[in-house]
């Protein structure tokens, strides 16, 4: 399967715990998008990639969040000082820069206790 | 601010047409997207465009600001949540809340 993958799936940490998640594109893809999605709503834009340039971030985004694509191919999201407001779904996504359809992953559901 | 508005849940029974309503005031979207997602699985996509498209089952009508989904002869099988995303090409995708479909056997 080539499809996007996403890990860890599910992650519980304790508040003020710093956590990281990984995401993996279609390997040819150069934009990568990561969204989040809390309880009954629709997913949120956060920021994407183009490469390994960073070209938007949300206001959602706080300064606890940082994002990174090193290499220009998966990507790493970490949340640092971990609140109870930031649990959530973390979703991934990936697409060619000229085309318009995005490819989601299954998701990394984070639980903050 | 820019929002994708759409109805929380739509009811049907088993072998009708199933419609979902969306509409949105995103500037500079022009292109609409419809999402299924069923828990634990990743958000697959249906249909997509600036125009009138079909994919299989799925319909999706289109003017500037407003889309519909059309599902034909829903299935059992297709009781899940729907998302109408809009966007512009390469750029980030602004999502409603997700219709939930419920059917009847």
């Known amino acids: 399967d080539t499809g996007v993958s996403q890990d860890p799936r599910h992650k519980i940490t304790k508040r003020g715990q710093n956590v990281t998640f990984r995401c993996d594109p279609i390997s040819e893809h150069n934009r990568l998008y990561w969204y989040r999605q809390t309880l009954g709503q629709g997913p949120e834009f956060l920021t994407y990639f183009q490469n390994e340039a960073q070209l938007e971030k949300s206001r959602l985004l706080s300064d606890r969040f940082s994002a990174e694509r090193p290499k220009g191919s998966f990507s790493t999201l970490e949340i640092q000082r971990t609140e109870q407001g930031d649990s959530a779904m973390y979703l991934c996504?990936?697409?060619?820069?000229?085309?318009?359809?995005?490819?989601f992953g299954p998701g990394t559901r984070l639980t903050v206790l | 601010k820019d929002q994708v508005f759409q109805p929380s849940t739509v009811a049907s029974s088993e072998g009708a047409v199933v419609e979902i309503f969306c509409n949105h005031s995103v500037s500079n979207a022009y292109n609409f997207f419809w999402y299924l997602h069923f828990p634990g699985c990743a958000p697959r996509l249906l249909v997509k465009?600036?125009?009138?498209?079909q994919q299989g089952r799925y319909n999706m009508t289109y003017e500037r600001f407003s889309s519909s989904l059309l599902i034909l002869q829903v299935r059992e099988a297709d009781a899940a949540v729907y998302y109408c995303?809009?966007?512009?090409?390469?750029?980030?995708?602004?999502f409603g809340g997700g219709t939930r479909v419920l059917v009847k056997p």
């Open positions: 465009g600036s125009k009138p498209s």
């Open positions: 996504a990936s697409g060619q820069r000229d085309g318009d359809t995005q490819y």
């Open positions: 995303a809009c966007g512009a090409a390469g750029n980030k995708l602004t």
